[in-house]
């Protein structure tokens, strides 16, 4: 009888399937609600997911060279150039809104329209973001922005790593970028978001990838990211599901 027992837990071990963990090659700016799905699928499912970080540049380059991984979420017009690296077309995730963020107990100015919005970035005359030239579309997009003539006499602050930590460091009073971001820093604050006029923001999809080695994983960790219940999760990260 014992036997037959040991014979039926071995039968049972050896039927049982491999855990289906996957990788994803996914920016910071959308890390954080991110990791909350990662680890409430994990609970659910028992598979692991690995979030590999970066900045868009860095995912941009990895998906580009073919790295091993088994979903990307990059902003969606990177998928054009992912061409022949997808299993499957590209699934709105979110918009990214950006917004201002302070040192928690820092001023609150009015940036509630387009008009106090350029009036504050005079008057504070200064306003940080992550830095281009590593790579952060945000801080390129800030940097951008500035450039335009109702912004002149405001100094560009590019600054090293993500700028909510970098106004907690005290780097400077005011900086600008992805709100998502900013809401993973400790003791900052996000004053608001920037209007809607000025065009800040980014849109983020996800696909499965070719090289995936569990794609059926991969495009049900997707599913599951993008579904009505996942909508609170992603608004309390900053991101505005589709």
Not at 77 to 106: C, E, M, W
Not at 142 to 165: N, Q, S, T, W
């Amino acid at each position: 009888m014992r036997r037959i027992a040991v014979a039926l837990v071995l039968a049972g071990l050896w039927a049982a399937p491999a855990a289906a963990d996957i990788t994803i090659f996914s920016p910071g700016i959308s890390n954080g609600p991110l990791r909350t799905m990662a680890e409430q699928w994990t609970v659910q499912t028992g598979h692991k997911v690995t979030i590999t970080g970066g900045n868009v540049g860095r995912i941009r380059t990895a998906v580009e060279n073919g790295t091993p991984a088994d979903l990307v979420l990059a902003p969606t017009s990177d998928f054009k150039d992912f061409t022949g690296r997808l299993s499957g077309a590209p699934v709105p995730v979110g918009r990214i809104q950006f917004g201002v963020v302070v040192k928690a107990g820092g001023r609150h100015p009015d940036i509630s329209t387009e008009e106090k919005f350029i009036a504050f970035a005079k008057a504070a005359g200064t306003l940080a973001f992550a830095n281009p030239a590593v790579g952060s579309l945000s801080g390129a997009m800030v940097e951008e922005m500035l450039k335009r003539p109702e912004f002149a006499g405001v100094r560009p602050l590019p600054i090293k790593g993500m700028i909510g930590d970098a106004i907690v460091r005290g780097d400077a009073e005011f900086g600008g970028g992805a709100i998502s971001e900013e809401l993973m820093a400790k003791d900052a604050e996000v004053v608001g978001p920037f209007p809607d006029s000025l065009g800040q923001f980014i849109d983020m999809s996800g696909a499965v990838l070719k090289v995936s080695s569990n794609p059926d994983e991969a495009r049900a960790f997707l599913v599951w990211i993008v579904r009505p219940d996942s909508a609170e999760v992603w608004q309390r990260g900053g991101i505005v599901a589709p």
